[in-house]
């Protein structure tokens, strides 16, 4: 039963759009890149921006990086990123020349040192926290939804034909890195890695399993 002394407000947010401005802003920046990186923190389901999500993930120049908190999951996506950077190391032929900040919190520490470490530019899109700069590179902070964005960036690759290999280059290393994790479980003993997998194997179906630490 509704309290009628309770008055309810309710919040719509602004319609935003891309101004000129920040058009030419995004259109000079992906001019001069071939090593487009997107990394995807925690954010809601959202099923309009996986899709460009998934768009841009498809592209050569284009690599698209996913925490277990954006809610997100493709084969064309690379997680677990902590997993994945273990194997490629420090190689620079990873790195990046311009980076897109999606979504909030970032968990991961190491994927926040390695792309500080690439130096390159950051354009955040649709940030909880304007002007958070994560990776201590931010050039750009785009105040309009993230798929709203992301979208003026699909229209703005179309036309590119140049091959940087980036993507794939990436999706390799995902692939190298399950082939190991394959075969460290397969040969692992009794260890809380074991019984983990042991776990997760056998939970009946739409079972939600919480992890935690600290």
């Not at 959202?46 to 990086?65: G, P």
């Not at 130096?119 to 590179?137: K, R």
């Not at 105040?143 to 034909?161: F, M």
Request: charged share 25%; hydrophobic share 40%; proline share 3%.
């Amino acid at each position: 039963q509704k309290d009628a002394s309770v008055r309810l407000v309710k919040r719509f947010p602004a319609e935003r759009s891309l101004s000129d401005e920040v058009r030419n802003a995004l259109s000079q920046m992906l001019t001069h890149s071939s090593k487009k990186l997107i990394i995807v923190g925690q954010k809601d389901e959202n099923s309009e921006l996986d899709r460009v999500i998934h768009q841009l993930a498809k592209l050569d120049s284009v690599v698209v990086l996913t925490e277990h908190t954006s809610n997100i999951k493709g084969d064309d996506l690379i997680e677990p990123i902590d997993s994945v950077l273990a194997l490629i190391g420090t190689d620079p032929s990873y790195f990046p020349d311009l980076i897109f900040q999606v979504g909030d919190a970032i968990v991961s520490k190491r994927i926040k040192k390695y792309l500080r470490d690439t130096a390159a530019p950051v354009i955040a899109v649709d940030q909880m926290f304007d002007f958070a700069d994560t990776f201590h590179n931010l050039h750009l902070s785009v105040d309009c939804s993230a798929e709203k964005t992301l979208k003026v960036v699909v229209s703005e690759l179309a036309g590119q034909t140049k091959s940087s290999g980036f993507s794939s280059l990436w999706l390799k290393a995902k692939a190298d890195m399950l082939v190991a994790h394959r075969s460290y479980s397969e040969n692992i003993g009794y260890s809380d890695f074991k019984v983990v997998e042991m776990i997760m194997k056998n939970l009946p179906g739409r079972t939600k399993l919480h992890f935690s630490n600290s």
